[in-house]
């Protein structure tokens, strides 16, 4: 019974772990040079510092211009959007976008 609990123990700690290495992803702010929405998603494209890159997350209204931050959460290559009839050669995937 007791090698049971501390089994369960570790793997709780383990889980714990990984959710918050999840939540501790890089955060990137930057301006928003174009954007779009489709397909429930808003669709930014953002420069920060010397790079520019392309976000997707839940709608939400911004425009060009705005200063906006995020946390990454997953990147993809060659990302297809068929509502938007787009291939983007990499697109981070995003919980939320906020503007700053």
């Known amino acids: 019974m007791i090698a049971k609990l501390i ?3 570790a793997v ?3 889980a714990l772990g990984i959710s918050s290495a999840w939540a501790a ?3 990137h702010e930057g301006e928003v040079l174009d954007t779009m ?3 429930g ?3 930014v494209q953002i ?3 010397d790079k520019t890159f392309w976000v997707a997350g839940p709608q939400v209204e911004i425009k060009k211009g705005d200063k ?3 946390q990454e959460q997953m990147w993809m290559n060659d990302f ?3 509502t938007l009839d787009r291939t983007f050669d990499e697109l981070l995937f995003v919980g939320r976008i906020d503007k700053k």
């Open 80 to 82: 297809t959007s068929k």
């Open 47 to 49: 420069k920060e510092s």
């Open 37 to 39: 929405n489709g397909g």
């Open 25 to 27: 992803g890089v955060v």
């Open 41 to 43: 998603y808003t669709y």
């Open 12 to 14: 709780a700690t383990l």
């Open 7 to 9: 089994k369960l123990a």
């Open 68 to 70: 906006v931050v995020v």
